[in-house]
């Protein structure tokens, strides 16, 4: 158990439906990253956040949006969902350093 | 952005059997960490390691950084080391996966 825990652990839902996945860090870590994982794009990193604020971004698309809150648990939103949204989210956290630690991931199917 | 390959892309290997997997990245890094996804899905901390050598019992790895490539080595394979093993780096932020080697153990 890596200590980072995001909800829900599946998601099912329509083309054009919005949805929210829910990460918290591991105690003491500032840092919450996103990733997509699907099966031709292989693990794509989305976005970073430290203490709040965005740090990095990559290649998110613009229906996709993500925050930090003060408890340092981060969101990532996804509207407008097409079929190629269907993925394996990932959230990861660190401390200082850039030792990133994994949750186990959301996974969303958009029929 | 840095451009990072693994090689070699899948790997079937007998129980018992040593390998070697690389990470070559196309430009300085601060940071690398090696992965191991499961059959789950779940993507495990093998090691970080910038430069250097580490091991941990069975698995140890290289970071040669001035000559950007690191080298993943499992020695007397399991057949619960199957799955695929990932190298990231990190890049101003942002973090650069390879796309992995599927290591195939069998009994």
């Known amino acids: 158990d890596s200590g980072v825990t995001q909800t829900p652990k599946h998601l099912i839902t329509a083309t054009g439906q919005r949805v929210t996945l829910r990460c918290s860090p591991r105690s003491g870590d500032l840092s919450v990253y996103w990733y997509q994982q699907s099966l031709d794009q292989g693990l794509q990193f989305l976005i970073q956040?430290?203490?709040?604020?965005?740090?990095a971004k990559g290649n998110i698309l613009e229906r996709f949006s993500a925050q930090q809150f003060p408890d340092l648990h981060s969101e990532l939103n996804l509207s407008s969902l097409e079929l190629g949204d269907s993925a394996l989210y990932f959230c990861a956290s660190s401390g200082l350093g850039f030792e990133q630690f994994f949750g186990p991931g959301t996974r969303l199917t958009v029929l | 952005g840095i451009q990072v390959e693994q090689s070699p892309p899948d790997l079937i290997l007998q129980e018992g059997a040593n390998s070697t997997l690389r990470c070559n990245f196309s430009?300085?890094?601060?940071?690398l960490q090696w992965f191991h996804q499961n059959p789950w899905g779940q993507l495990i901390n093998l090691f970080y390691i910038p430069s250097g050598t580490k091991q941990n019992g069975r698995l140890s790895a290289t970071t040669v950084a001035t000559e950007r490539y690191s080298l993943l080595y499992i020695s007397s394979s399991q057949t619960t080391d199957s799955g695929v093993y990932f190298c990231?780096?990190?890049?101003?932020?942002?973090?650069?996966f390879g796309d992995g080697t599927t290591l195939t153990v069998k009994p």
């Open positions: 956040y430290y203490n709040g604020e965005e740090r």
């Open positions: 430009d300085s890094v601060n940071n």
């Open positions: 990231a780096v990190d890049d101003a932020g942002k973090s650069t």
